[in-house]
């Protein structure tokens, strides 16, 4: 085996998606691995700068632009149809991805005509619910020299955050459109920030790019928000803080690998599924189902949180 392999990952998803890949980069980092990734735009600072050696954001040709880098694995941790394409065209002689089986037939014969070793997932929610970071782990198995997945967020921090950032003893609620999609009603989300304003010193943060729903919760609620344009200080806010309580996003994902105390809420349909394989990776967390008073659910989920890490 290569004392130094060369590896290429193509994750085209979302942030939260983006960093359940922290453990086995951490892992490939130990191995000695170079490490260049292919990330989607809106993904494409999901990581630090010394967590990969290269980002490339996904455009027409790039595949050409992959193969004359000489990789020895290309690992698809994606199930977008032009990740695939892109290991392929990378032409690294150890191609892997996933394949779902019976659960998609003409999906997992094409997946493997493109790859030299296929890993099962289930075509939808995994019964078993394991975590997605377990599951992309897999892709790494015979690169790295470990089984044990990295789950320690002093070393796994590093990875998402440039710089160790000034601990901030507020607590941060994410202010974004995503409790809307999950189902939670506006008054019940504006409840929630007015009552926690009353008990803890807090921080409201929100993307630029979701200014519109926030600027209504915080009229309504009596709030101050922050805006983040750029994905680096919104990470290291998350990072610094005391604690953070967010619906199901990228910002419980950023404090799970972070260690940052997380009360993390989620939809009720697939509650356990969901949770099983999303909740916070490395970080103290409380898990709260969307449903009946799930607001002062969270709140007590919180104060029962930055309770327990003052002991």
Known sequence: MNSSPSVLIVRLDAIGDALALVPLLAALRERGAQ????????????????????????????????????????LVATEDASGYRLARASGAPGRVGFQNGWGKPLKSLWARSLLTRTVYRTAGLDPRAPHESQVLFQLGSGIVRTSQIPRDPRILRGFVVDAEPQ??????????DKWQRLGAAPKAVADLARALQQRHAMRFVAAESERGYAQERAASAGITVEYFRELGPWKEA???AKAVIAPDSGAIHVAGMTGTPTVAVFAQKGFALQTGRWSPWAAPYKLVEMNGDWPNAAGTALDELTQDRAL
């Open 238 to 240: 998350i990072a610094a």
């Open 35 to 74: 490490i260049d990734v292919v990330l989607s735009p809106k993904n494409a600072d999901a990581f630090s700068k010394n967590a990969v050696d290269r980002v490339f954001v996904e455009r027409p040709g790039l595949g050409d632009r992959l193969a004359q880098n000489g990789y020895d694995y290309a």
């Open 167 to 176: 601990p901030d003893e507020r607590v941060i609620m994410q202010v974004t």
